[in-house]
């Protein structure tokens, strides 16, 4: 080692210090005149095999940096043979040198590539005012997740025509597929007005208002026309679909209000969702009554998940082949929210009801899961939820309550549907609650407070299929634009052909 001499280090804790910055400064300093020779030698050997300099220095810093690295990579990975002991997560936080988490991963982002060039004012060399050409194929590179703004544009659409050389025939370019035969807006337009109403609740004014800002002029009622023209199509998908569902043995049914704009109709009406863990399908209906009931449910047979609602209690005494299973989140629900003024009894029946939960968790994956799951599920239930059951039930019986109290009235709410709140116990694809129907809900929900409702029955016919079509897509794991499209690609093709979510390979 040549140059300056280094001091010793040993002395006292006091004094090694001082000595030991010393110590590093030197080390810097006989580095940069190490790298100092290597960049030269590493350039009058690129000269005398006819290469380029620069490009050489550059493999010289490249390489050293990887070299760099792995020296850190050995540096900080634990020595195996080492007793000491490792530092605690908060420890190696700290250590890391940076915050946030990096990062998120955009694997099905589409990569634009930009690569940005040097001014031509600024292409002269700082060193020697020569001209700066470009460094092979170097960069320095980094990510950014961007956004392209939309753009309506003005197709015109050119249909080339042939004619035979004998004269006997003019042959027209097939006609590519129309929305409405002589209408002004593409299919792919009507399907993005759809997807931004019932999927990202954007109400129909204020689209129209976006549009204006990219230069496109329409009215909400253009925009409506639209959307009853891919409703008219799919109509058939949507009973298909209805079909399907009652195939099932067992679904979820909620219903909520749907306000009706146009006021000479007096009240509103009525969104009924019916589900299974891959379909939901909505019915709009102007009331909420028996009748109503008998409308949707009139030719199921099988298990329907549902909360109180008495109607459900009403059709299942008149049909011998629907049984009802009672939600605990709503029996749940009641003793929470009398909690305050029943502390101690009300804390009790709170956590027996929590076990029954607990257990549900111990079964893996998502709901109902495998026929392996089911087993695991069904045993579960059998061995830890029906003690638990008994526990409640004896709770129930001894904390009668007032009848008139807030407390009475719940115990009696859940022991008269005793044998409902129970039937999860015989089939483990019953779920525990009717939480399945509520989500399936907030689509519907969220729109009624963006866009309050329909003005017309023609607005409730249009919003039941297409908010059913593209819940329905979401459950199925499906892009719900993509399929919209295709399914009334095909229906406008073949009248009367049905694609569902199902089936879609998008």
């Known amino acids: 080692?040549?140059?300056?001499?280094?001091?010793?280090?040993?002395?006292?804790?006091?004094?090694?210090?001082?000595?030991?910055?010393?110590?590093?400064?030197?080390?810097?300093k006989?580095?940069?005149?190490?790298?100092?020779?290597?960049?030269?030698?590493?350039?009058?050997?690129a000269e005398a095999g006819g290469q380029d300099a620069q490009l050489a220095l550059h493999g010289l810093v490249e390489e050293l940096r990887k070299a760099e690295e792995a020296r850190r990579a050995l540096e900080s990975k634990p020595d195996d043979d080492s007793e000491t002991p490792a530092a605690p997560p908060q420890a190696k936080k700290q250590q890391k040198g940076h915050k946030g988490h990096g990062p998120t991963p955009q694997p099905n982002l589409r990569p634009v590539e930009a690569v940005i060039e040097l001014p031509e004012d600024r292409r002269a060399c700082p060193a020697c005012a020569g001209e700066l050409v470009p460094l092979g194929e170097q960069f320095e590179e980094y990510e950014e997740v961007d956004v392209i703004q939309r753009e309506y544009i003005l197709r015109k659409v050119k249909r080339r025509k042939y004619r035979c050389r004998c004269n006997g025939a003019v042959v027209t370019a097939p006609q590519p597929i129309r929305l409405i035969p002589g209408g002004r807006y593409s299919l792919n337009f009507a399907v993005n007005v759809a997807v931004d109403k019932y999927l990202d609740h954007v109400p129909l004014e204020?689209?129209?208002?976006?549009?204006?800002?990219?230069?496109?002029?329409?009215?909400?009622?253009?925009?409506?026309?639209?959307?009853?023209?891919?409703?008219?199509?799919?109509?058939?998908?949507?009973?298909?679909?209805?079909?399907?569902?009652?195939?099932?043995?067992?679904?979820?049914?909620?219903?909520?209000?749907?306000?009706?704009?146009?006021?000479l109709r007096g009240?509103?009406?009525?969104?009924?969702?019916?589900?299974?863990?891959?379909?939901?399908?909505?019915?709009?209906l102007d009331s909420k009554s028996a009748d109503a009931g008998r409308s949707l449910f009139s030719g199921y047979s099988g298990v329907v998940v549902v909360d109180g609602y008495a109607v459900y209690e009403k059709l299942a005494k008149e049909k011998s082949d629907l049984?009802?299973?009672?939600c605990w989140a709503h029996a749940r629900r009641k003793y929470k929210d009398i909690r305050e003024n029943f502390k101690k009894p009300c804390d009790r029946i709170l956590s027996l009801i929590s076990q029954l939960?607990?257990?549900?968790?111990?079964?893996p994956g998502e709901f109902p899961g495998d026929s392996q799951a089911q087993e695991l599920r069904h045993r579960l239930r059998e061995e830890k939820s029906k003690p638990i059951l008994a526990e409640i039930r004896q709770w129930a019986l001894n904390e009668v309550g007032l009848p008139k109290s807030e407390l009475g009235k719940a115990v009696r709410y859940m022991l008269k549907r005793w044998d409902a709140l129970t039937l999860f116990l015989e089939d483990p694809r019953i779920a525990l609650d009717n939480n399945a129907a509520e989500r399936s809900l907030r689509g519907p929900v969220v729109g009624?407070?963006?866009?309050?409702?329909?003005?017309?029955?023609?607005?409730?016919?249009?919003?039941?299929?297409?908010?059913?079509?593209?819940?329905?897509?979401?459950?199925?794991?499906?892009?719900?634009?993509?399929?919209?499209?295709?399914?009334?690609?095909?229906?406008?093709?073949?009248?009367?052909?049905?694609?569902?979510?199902?089936?879609?390979?998008?």
């Open 267 to 284: 009240s509103p009406w009525f969104v009924w969702a019916r589900c299974t863990p891959d379909i939901a399908f909505y019915s709009l």
């Open 448 to 506: 009624r407070k963006v866009h309050y409702g329909s003005k017309s029955k023609n607005g409730t016919k249009v919003a039941a299929v297409l908010y059913t079509l593209l819940e329905t897509a979401k459950l199925c794991g499906v892009d719900p634009a993509a399929y919209l499209k295709a399914a009334t690609e095909l229906a406008i093709k073949n009248p009367g052909a049905v694609l569902l979510p199902h089936d879609f390979k998008g």
């Open 357 to 363: 939960y607990k257990v549900e968790h111990e079964v």
């Open 1 to 28: 080692m040549s140059g300056a001499s280094l001091l010793p280090t040993a002395g006292t804790p006091k004094n090694r210090l001082p000595l030991l910055e010393q110590r590093i400064e030197l080390l810097e």
């Open 30 to 45: 006989e580095n940069e005149l190490l790298y100092k020779k290597l960049q030269d030698a590493y350039q009058k050997l």
């Open 323 to 326: 049984r009802l299973a009672n």
């Open 206 to 263: 204020r689209q129209v208002r976006i549009m204006a800002r990219y230069e496109l002029v329409t009215t909400s009622q253009a925009l409506f026309d639209q959307l009853f023209a891919v409703y008219g199509p799919l109509v058939p998908t949507y009973e298909a679909l209805e079909g399907l569902l009652l195939e099932a043995k067992i679904i979820h049914a909620d219903e909520t209000r749907w306000p009706m704009l146009d006021r």
